[in-house]
């Protein structure tokens, strides 16, 4: 099986000291750490991180214009270059006076790119850099390092097509013909009749956050991935554009020309076409349109054509040209969508995986990645403050989410990277009955987890169905020629296909998080990336309990095998991620869950701050559309400072409770969720 990878870690952020490029591993030589080895890596250019003093001094001697220089001015250094013959010499990002205290504290702008004749002896000039004393770091540069975290069908699959099928949630709320598929925003069990292993609340909760908000138009989400189709008909709408340049939606970072170009075709191992669909899928999660009569929707995509995030597109991958026109795309992606507003910066792709080394995951991340952890810690740093049409932005920082990998049957629990890294938010893939995707990278590292789809679950009477997967945006250029029949596919209408992977689970987290923004920005609070990312990661969903028992998965070499399911309990992160839970704690409102159709009696007095027999509740009120909502007749009943809910419907509403204190009365709101499937415990972290 041809398997492309997808990696996506969480860590707990912020939780301790970040480790600098200069300390944190690979080899020490001389003055200097050497960063991955000569074997392997690209010909003819290689970077160096500068001592702060002699960053300075190549500012100040030879200026900061890119292009056309091939010395340093520095003494010691320029005897290297005139030694390898020096074709060009450039800052790898550019002097910006707007945010070079910024890049001080991260060392960004103490990296340089040397190019060179391909001849030229790689081990001979890391050697003799890395014995310059002005040299802090020496970075070897490897091709194709970015891979796609969407992983292909282990078998050809079909879609089981059923129809419009009776009203749902879905169905009343919008009118969008494919959110019936969309099990990953509201699972009600809707194809148990095939698949009796789909568990009715198996979702991100997405409908009845859409109760309090359906996006912002000011909140930017940055896709690092393939190229974005700009003009797709459902995504049009909110897609972002520069300030003051009407053709800029982001930047073609791959090959290093501003056209992003999702029309170039590449080919698989039989010669087979692939196309770039891959960003496009991952933003249709994000932000497709809402409710506008076509296809699907997306998380923060706001509704009627209206209000929507929007999807800042900066390719760092995809078919046309070659990856060595621009050796450092992840690096000027990261920072291009910090200095244009972006506040989430959504990465479904990681490293590759060799089961002959398993350890060249953590050394790759190690020892070659030094300039891109110093532009994570940029963006994080720096993002949420240059955005011209959001000036009181929710979020003072930025957030950096990665997909976890596709390699957990084969890798187990290792580390996989960049989603390891401590600072960014790294996400797991959970199928359609709350427990892992067979393919999906576990392990401490692993900070949340949300629905990535698993062909597996879509089995019923020994046919494999596409439905257990997650289905969103592709490309629909009728410019192209495409040669996989998705213009006939009489199943699933032209623009939209079912994937799986961790790729598909990370952005259903950034679409959360962009939804949990945009509340914040309509009550009018802010937030420090610490802050913010607390709030997302408590807002889960426990899925441990269901982690019992085996499931089949298939490994890197088309193999099945049995999944030991008590192997990924603690490794998942907290839960899945929960819509309407992050937004009630943007809101500050307490939820009350209760399990659907069960009665439940609640003890409200710790919200009051009181005991019980000091406290009388008075009244309970409701609005008519909240009881019609939860299918309530009558208003709760009452007992003492108990509550008594029983809900038959599944769904959230709004509960307002007066309560006596001694001669003082206290009102407060309530959300009360009802779900179904929760765990002994509530379910809720």
């Known amino acids: 099986m041809k398997k492309m990878l997808l990696v996506c870690g969480f860590l707990s952020l912020f939780s301790c000291v970040k480790e600098t490029p200069e300390t944190a591993g690979g080899k020490q030589e001389g003055n200097a750490r050497i960063i991955g080895t000569a074997e392997g890596a690209m010909k003819g250019t290689i970077a160096v991180k500068l001592s702060p003093a002699a960053a300075k001094t190549v500012d100040a001697a030879v200026g900061v214009t890119r292009g056309g220089m091939t010395r340093s001015g520095v003494t010691d250094i320029d005897a290297v270059l005139d030694r390898i013959g020096t074709d060009d010499f450039y800052r790898i990002v550019e002097y910006d006076e707007q945010y070079e205290a910024l890049y001080d504290k991260t060392g960004l702008n103490r990296w340089y790119r040397i190019r060179f004749d391909e001849e030229t002896d790689m081990e001979l000039v890391g050697r003799e850099l890395a014995a310059v004393p002005e040299v802090a770091a020496v970075e070897y540069t490897y091709g194709n390092r970015y891979k796609p975290m969407r992983l292909r069908p282990t078998e050809p699959l079909e879609y089981l097509n059923v129809g419009a099928g009776p009203a749902t949630r879905a169905s009343v709320a919008v009118d969008d013909p494919l959110f019936k598929d969309q099990w990953g925003f509201d699972n009600t069990g809707q194809l148990q009749h095939m698949f009796p292993g789909q568990t009715p609340g198996a979702?991100?909760?997405?409908?009845?956050?859409?109760?309090?908000?359906?996006?912002?138009?000011?909140?930017?989400?940055?896709?690092?991935?393939?190229?974005?189709?700009t003009n797709h008909p459902d995504l049009a709408p909110n897609i972002w554009t520069k300030p003051g340049a009407t053709d800029e939606h982001g930047y073609n970072f791959y090959n290093d020309k501003p056209e992003l170009d999702w029309k170039s075709v590449g080919r698989d191992s039989y010669g087979n076409p692939v196309y770039a669909d891959h960003g496009t899928h991952v933003a249709g999660t994000i932000a497709a349109v809402n409710n506008n009569g076509i296809g699907v929707c997306g998380i923060a995509g706001g509704m009627n054509g209206l209000g929507g995030v929007k999807i800042m597109s900066c390719q760092m991958m995809g078919y046309g040209g070659s990856p060595y026109d621009n050796p450092d795309a992840d690096v000027e992606a990261f920072v291009y969508a910090m200095k244009n507003g972006a506040v989430i910066a959504q990465n479904s792709w990681g490293l590759g995986y060799n089961p002959s080394y398993p350890e060249m995951i953590e050394m790759q991340w190690e020892y070659q990645m030094g300039a891109t952890r110093d532009a994570i810690d940029t963006f994080i740093a720096g993002a949420g403050a240059n955005n011209p049409n959001f000036p009181n932005a929710p979020l003072k920082g930025g957030i950096v989410i990665f997909a976890a990998g596709n390699d957990g049957v084969d890798a187990k629990d290792l580390r996989m990277y960049p989603g390891a890294y401590k600072p960014v938010i790294a996400v797991g893939g959970m199928s359609w009955d709350f427990k892992p995707a067979f393919y999906t990278d576990y392990g401490s590292w692993v900070d949340i987890s949300a629905p990535g789809g698993d062909q597996l679950s879509g089995e019923s009477g020994g046919k494999y169905y596409s439905n257990g997967m997650i289905l969103s945006t592709?490309?629909?250029?009728?410019?192209?020629?495409?040669?996989?029949?998705?213009?006939?596919?009489?199943?699933?209408?032209?623009?939209?296909?079912?994937?799986?992977?961790?790729?598909?689970?990370?952005?259903?987290?950034?679409?959360?998080?962009?939804?949990?923004?945009?509340?914040?920005?309509?009550?009018?609070?802010?937030?420090?990336?610490?802050?913010?990312?607390?709030?997302?990661?408590?807002?889960?969903?426990?899925?441990?309990?269901?982690?019992?028992?085996?499931?089949?998965?298939?490994?890197?070499?088309?193999?099945?095998v049995t999944l030991s399911l008590g192997n990924y309990a603690d490794k998942m992160g907290g839960g899945?991620?929960?819509?309407?839970?992050?937004?009630?704690?943007?809101?500050?409102?307490?939820?009350?869950y209760v399990k659907q159709g069960e009665a439940t009696t609640l003890d409200l007095s710790p919200f009051f701050g009181g005991e019980a027999g000091r406290l009388k509740m008075r009244t309970v009120d409701m609005l008519p559309d909240d009881m019609e909502t939860l299918g309530l007749e009558s208003l709760p009943g009452v007992d003492g400072m108990k509550l008594v809910l029983d809900c038959p419907n599944r769904g959230v509403g709004m509960l307002t409770v007066r309560v006596t204190a001694g001669d003082m009365e206290i009102s407060r709101e309530f959300a009360v969720v009802s779900r179904p499937g929760l765990a002994e415990n509530g379910g809720w972290l």
């Open 203 to 229: 979702d991100i909760n997405l409908l009845d956050a859409w109760r309090l908000c359906t996006g912002d138009e000011r909140v930017i989400v940055a896709v690092l991935d393939e190229p974005v189709q």
């Open 474 to 560: 592709v490309l629909c250029d009728d410019s192209m020629t495409f040669q996989d029949g998705r213009k006939n596919n009489q199943n699933v209408p032209y623009g939209y296909e079912f994937f799986q992977g961790t790729s598909m689970a990370c952005p259903h987290v950034s679409g959360v998080a962009a939804l949990g923004l945009s509340y914040a920005a309509q009550l009018g609070k802010q937030y420090t990336a610490e802050e913010f990312t607390a709030l997302l990661l408590g807002s889960v969903n426990a899925i441990d309990q269901y982690f019992t028992g085996t499931k089949p998965g298939v490994n890197m070499y088309n193999q099945m």
């Open 576 to 592: 899945c991620v929960d819509a309407l839970k992050l937004l009630l704690a943007v809101k500050g409102t307490p939820a009350l």
